[in-house]
């Protein structure tokens, strides 16, 4: 069994910065598997935002390319999203999940609101 948790979101005004974790829990170490963050805006579908994979590489939707980061620390078993010049768009739901022995699993995920 595989617990994700969420956290790091928030009110920020648009241009400002906000990180969020993802903690991950259930097995000794994730450092072998693909995490990634997805967000749902409110009345819209949930959409990739961004992933990393085993050796750290990243990749990000058009959106939020340039602006967003993704990090991990295997010690801590947990994913960083870095979001930087946040603006309305970014609004919404952020989740994170990971692919664990066929199973997806997904957090509850944290509130980020971006005020204009």
């Known amino acids: 069994q595989v617990q994700l948790v969420e956290s790091g979101g928030g009110l920020v005004q648009a241009g400002g910065s906000l990180r969020l974790s993802c903690a991950a829990s259930g097995r000794a170490s994730f450092s072998t598997y693909t995490m990634a963050w997805y967000r749902q805006a409110p009345g819209k579908q949930r959409d990739y935002v961004g992933v990393?994979?085993?050796?750290?590489?990243?990749h990000f939707a058009d959106a939020v390319q340039g602006r967003f980061t993704i990090s991990r620390d295997t010690v801590k078993n947990t994913m960083y999203l870095q979001m930087n010049n946040l603006n309305p768009d970014d609004t919404g739901i952020y989740y994170c999940?990971?692919?664990?022995?066929?199973?997806?699993?997904w957090g509850q995920g944290t509130q980020v609101t971006v005020s204009s």
């Open positions: 999940n990971i692919a664990f022995n066929s199973v997806l699993y």
């Open positions: 990393i994979d085993t050796i750290g590489g990243t």
